[in-house]
Nanobody, 119 residues
């Protein structure tokens, strides 16, 4: 089970950190990705991190602004979001599975946390 938290309302240019906490014994055996979906739009890849945290990559729209990290001891993955823009407004979902930018490669999904960026 994956549970996201940390979403909220922030002004443009601000920062927010969302978290994804996992339950279960095998968290460290999965890569974790973040995806987002805005109202009326398709789901978009945001970032992904490998099982050990040594490899990460980002969607083009967030490169240089977002940072993904993980703490396997605490079964948590973080997404630090800086210089937020109104177009970052979306539901943010974490997923565990194979390291990929494609949603179909992830097996387990959280229910999401809403991030709203005001202009």
């Amino acid at each position: 089970q994956l549970v996201e938290s940390g979403g909220g309302l922030v002004q443009a240019g601000g920062s927010l950190r969302v978290s994804c906490v996992a339950s279960g014994r095998f968290f460290s055996t999965y890569a974790v990705g973040w995806f987002r979906q805005a109202l009326g739009k398709e789901r978009e890849f945001v970032a992904a991190i490998s099982r050990g945290g040594g490899t990460s990559y980002y969607g083009d729209s967030v490169k240089g602004r977002f940072t993904i990290s993980r703490d396997n001891d605490n079964k948590t993955v973080y997404l630090e979001m800086n210089n937020l823009k109104p177009e970052d407004t979306a539901g943010y979902y974490c997923a565990a599975g194979a390291l990929s930018s494609m949603a179909r490669h992830y097996t387990y999904w959280g229910r999401g946390t809403q991030v709203t960026v005001s202009s």
